[in-house]
C-alpha cells in the first residue's frame, strides 16, 4: 500500500461533492477548471481511480527479463558455428544465411537484442513514471483534504449551490486535474518517443 492508497478512500467523497456542486452551478466564469476538464476529459473521482488503476508492481520484473532475452540473442549470436572446413556452394550460403542471422540477432541498432534492450528500457521508464504518477495524485488529494475549499465543501450544503461552493468545487477540481494532466503529458511524451519499438525488426 502506498501513499495513494492511505488517501484515496478519504478524497473520494470530496471529489464527488465538487463534482456535484459543478454539475448543479456550473464553473465561476473564466475559471481555469474549463480547462482543465477539457484536457483530461474525466471529472476528478474518475481521473482519481484511473491513475489508482496503475500498477508499478506489474512492470516490476519486465525490465530485467527484457535484458535476459537481450543477452540470449546475443549468446546466440556468437555461438553459431562457421562452415570451418565445409566448402562449396552450401557452404557459402550457410555462412551468408549464418551471418544474417547473427546480425538480426544481436550487434546493430535494428538487432533484436537492441530492440530488446530499448524495451527494457521503456518498461523500466513507465514503472518509474506510475510510481510518480501515483505519489503526485496522493499529495494534491493531501492537498484538498487539508484546504479551506474543503471546509466550505463539507458544511451544509445550499440549494442551489452558492457562490463560494461553486468556486470551491472549482478550485479543487482544477488542482486534481491539473496534476493529472501534466502527469498524463509526460506519458504521452514517453510512448511518442518510444513508436519506433512498434515497428517489426527487420529480417
Do not use: F, K
Not at 481555469?32 to 471529472?43: A, E, H, W
Not at 562452415?83 to 544474417?100: F, I, L, N, Q
Request: net charge negative; charged share 25%.
Amino acid at each position: 500500500m502506498d501513499r495513494l492508497d492511505q488517501v484515496l478512500d478519504a478524497a473520494t467523497p470530496l471529489l464527488r461533492r465538487a463534482e456535484q456542486v459543478l454539475d448543479a452551478a456550473g464553473a465561476p466564469a473564466g475559471h481555469p477548471v474549463l480547462d482543465d476538464l477539457r484536457r483530461v476529459r474525466l471529472m476528478p473521482a474518475d481521473a482519481a481511480q484511473a491513475v489508482a488503476g496503475l500498477r508499478p508492481s506489474a512492470l516490476a520484473d519486465a525490465a530485467a527479463e527484457l535484458r535476459a532475452g537481450a543477452r540470449v540473442c546475443a549468446e546466440v549470436a556468437t555461438s553459431l558455428p562457421p562452415p570451418g572446413a565445409w566448402e562449396g556452394e552450401a557452404a557459402d550460403a550457410y555462412d551468408d544465411r549464418r551471418r544474417r542471422y547473427a546480425v538480426h540477432l544481436s550487434g546493430t541498432g535494428e538487432s533484436l537484442d537492441e530492440r530488446l534492450e530499448a524495451t527494457a528500457d521503456l518498461a523500466a521508464a513507465l514503472r518509474e513514471w506510475m510510481t510518480r504518477t501515483r505519489d503526485n495524485l496522493a499529495s494534491a488529494l493531501a492537498d484538498v483534504l487539508g484546504s479551506a475549499e474543503s471546509i466550505t465543501l463539507g458544511v451544509r450544503a445550499h440549494h442551489p449551490p452558492s457562490t463560494a461552493e461553486a468556486r470551491a468545487a472549482a478550485d479543487v477540481t482544477s488542482h486534481v486535474l491539473r496534476v493529472v494532466a501534466t502527469d498524463y503529458a509526460e506519458a504521452e511524451d514517453l510512448l511518442r518517443g518510444s513508436q519506433e519499438l512498434a515497428n517489426p525488426v527487420p529480417l
